[in-house]
C-alpha cells in the first residue's frame, strides 16, 4: 500500500497539531468534543454486528471493538494524568503498552456496550472536571516518560479531544468503505 494512502488510514484526520495559544474559546470546543464523544460512538457503533466489530478498520490495525475499547483504556488513563497533574506537583505519570493492552481478552471479545456505557460516565466526569479549570490549572503539568516531555492539561485537553475524533474517523470510514451506514 502506498505510503500516503496508509498515512490516510492511519490518521484520517490528520495527527494532532498544538495550537499556538490555547484560548478559551479553542478549550471550550474541545470539551465539548471530549464530552460529546461517547454519544457520538455509540450512535456510529450500537447497531453493529459483531462481524462489522471485529472488522479492522485498515490491514493490520485494531478491529472495531478494539478501537472502541481502546479509546475507554486511553481515556481513563487521561482522566488519571489529570487527576494527578492537579494533585501532584508536574508527577511522573505511567504509560501503559495500549498494544499489549487492546490484545487482551476484554478488549477482542468483550461486548461494546459495558464499554461505551463507561465512556459516558467517564466522559462526564473529564468534561465536568474541565469546564472548572481554572488558568493555573490549566497550566498545570505532569512528565510523560516514554518520551520524557512535559505535559500540560491544557494539552491534554486538546490532544484528547483530537484523539476521540482520531478513533470516531477510523470507525466512520470503514463504515462509508463498506457502505455499513
Request: charge should be negative; include cysteine; charged fraction near 25%.
Amino acid at each position: 500500500m502506498e505510503n500516503s494512502a496508509l498515512e490516510k488510514l492511519r490518521y484520517p484526520i490528520g495527527k494532532f497539531i498544538a495550537p499556538v495559544l490555547y484560548t478559551k474559546d479553542y478549550l471550550s470546543e474541545k470539551i465539548f468534543e471530549i464530552e460529546s464523544f461517547p454519544a457520538n460512538l455509540k450512535e456510529e457503533t450500537l447497531h453493529l454486528i459483531d462481524k462489522q466489530l471485529d472488522t479492522p478498520y485498515r490491514e493490520d490495525g485494531w478491529t472495531i471493538r478494539q478501537v472502541i475499547h481502546h479509546c475507554t483504556d486511553s481515556h481513563m488513563n487521561c482522566y488519571i494524568r489529570i487527576k494527578w497533574a492537579l494533585t501532584e506537583d508536574n508527577p511522573i505519570i505511567k504509560s501503559y503498552l495500549e498494544e499489549r493492552w487492546s490484545d487482551l481478552n476484554d478488549n477482542l471479545t468483550m461486548p461494546i456496550a459495558p464499554t461505551i456505557a463507561t465512556l459516558e460516565g467517564l466522559h462526564f466526569r473529564l468534561a465536568y472536571i474541565m469546564k472548572g479549570l481554572t488558568e493555573i490549572e490549566l497550566n498545570k503539568t505532569f512528565i510523560h516518560p516514554e518520551h520524557n516531555t512535559i505535559v500540560s492539561i491544557k494539552e491534554q485537553i486538546g490532544t484528547y479531544a483530537w484523539h476521540g475524533n482520531h478513533h470516531l474517523a477510523h470507525i466512520t470510514e470503514l463504515k462509508k468503505k463498506r457502505n455499513w451506514n
